[in-house]
């Protein structure tokens, strides 16, 4: 087992030219900090890592593993030709929220609604980043281009705050092809702060998960049920 620690500074040295665009877009702060830029890690990681690593799992703090994570990594197999990135579906109306501009001049939309047929948007507390294709991607690449990311957000009315997140449930509506979506049980957000922030009459279409949880989330600092 090799275990390499990265300097944090270091990284956000490298990753902050990369990033400083999309930052005003998707950070809490009102403008864009230096030190935020660690936020957008997984967004750049293809570009910092060395070329030999072609694959990485890049997993929030606050998770309980219910199974191997070894398991987790055989689902970069089953990425459709074309995806990128694995990651599951944000399991609160928190982006039927962020896009209400978007979806009062779309009524139609798909963009914000529950699954199973609706873009609820996404969570990045477990993520697969296949960096190789990351690398090979012309499209994702041509994404992380200020007039890119800028073009999105006037299109979508997009404001967040979210880091990372947030950058990838913008691509995802207009890009799905670029996201392999996770079964929800390989990450079970717990949060439930939507609920009693006026949405409770559609909460659960979007908090339900049907089957084995593999890894529990404890997001917005919910406890994780014991074993």
């Not at 991607?137 to 007039?147: D, F, G, M, R």
């Not at 996770?182 to 922030?197: I, S």
Request: charged share 25%.
């Amino acid at each position: 087992c090799q275990v390499i620690v990265h300097d944090v500074n270091e990284l956000t040295e490298k990753l902050f030219p990369i990033v400083e665009a999309m930052q005003k877009h998707f950070s809490a702060g009102s403008g864009t900090y230096y030190s935020d830029s660690i936020f957008f890690l997984s967004v750049a990681m293809h570009r910092i890592m060395p070329k030999e690593i072609t694959r990485i799992i890049q997993v929030d703090l606050d998770l309980k593993y219910k199974t191997n994570i070894r398991d987790l990594f055989d689902e970069f197999d089953n990425f459709p030709n074309g995806a990128v990135i694995g990651i599951a579906r944000e399991m609160q109306p928190v982006y039927r929220h962020t896009f209400w501009q978007y979806r009062r001049e779309n009524p139609q939309t798909k963009v914000g609604e529950p699954p199973p047929d609706g873009l609820p948007g996404f969570n990045s507390g477990v993520l697969l980043l296949n960096l190789e294709a990351m690398r090979q991607s012309k499209l994702y690449n041509q994404l992380l281009e200020p007039t890119m990311v800028q073009k999105l957000t006037e299109k979508y009315h997009f404001k967040g705050h979210l880091g990372d997140q947030d950058f990838f449930t913008m691509v995802g509506m207009e890009y799905p092809e670029l996201f392999h979506v996770l079964d929800c049980t390989w990450n079970r957000q717990l949060c439930t702060w939507w609920r009693d922030h006026g949405y409770s009459d559609v909460f659960d279409q979007y908090f339900q998960c049907e089957g084995e949880v593999r890894i529990y989330h404890g997001n917005c600092n919910t406890p994780i049920p014991e074993d």
